[in-house]
């Protein structure tokens, strides 16, 4: 038997032209933030996007979640439903720690369908958390991770070298799940405000570019 040469067979393959990319998202003009366990919408960061963003125009919703202490999801998901509402590409969710999984159930139970423009993640898990076991109940049922991914536009997760609250690992497999970009901050422990996180700057840089808003003019002091 004659054996072909290498030529011969990429000669008879068949060249497949690239897959079109998909049209770039339109910018954000709609952000929600989710606080996580013991947190409220006036703590840590969530307050600093809603002063960056709402004077540019961008709607910014940051509601407080019930019994932030002892959380029950049911009761979140109540809460995150009448508040998020109608969702698509215009739209932006982000999330801090237990936010985040409130967030991905949330999408997981909705019934119509819907496409997102971004979902950002900070200090984020879909795995119980080790020595919080009063969040584990948020983790039980899956999210279906890679269904969210495919409808939405934009994924970001970021997370720190040195969380002492959802170890790295665990965000680290969230960005997997989710097949969304992987941020990590060095120092920045769970992205607190009683650790200097009263903005969150790597987040906000981000934003910048989904929404398409220029950074605040720093204008010159005039002596």
Known sequence: MTSRTDATVVAHQTVQEPAPSPAPAPPATRIVVVHGLGATAASHWFGALQDRYAPRGIEVLVPDLPDSQAPDLDTWLSTLAAV???????????????????????????????????????????????????????????????????????????????????????????????????????????????????????????????TLTDPPTVRPRIS
Do not use: K
């Open 84 to 210: 998020v509402g109608a969702i698509d590409e215009r739209t932006v969710l982000v999330g801090h720690s237990l936010g985040c999984v409130s967030i991905l159930q949330h999408l997981a139970a909705r019934d119509d369908d819907w496409r997102l423009g971004g979902l950002a993640l900070v200090a984020g898990f879909v795995e119980q958390v080790p020595g919080i076991p009063e969040v584990d109940h948020f983790v039980a049922h899956d999210t279906d991770p890679a269904g969210i991914a495919a409808r939405t536009a934009r994924r970001l997760v970021v997370t720190a070298d040195d969380d002492p609250v959802v170890p790295r690992r665990l965000t680290e497999d969230l960005a997997r799940v989710l097949d969304a970009d992987l941020t990590v901050v060095d120092g920045a422990g769970h992205f607190l405000a009683r650790g200097g996180f009263d903005r969150l700057e790597v987040l906000e840089s981000v934003l910048d570019g989904w």
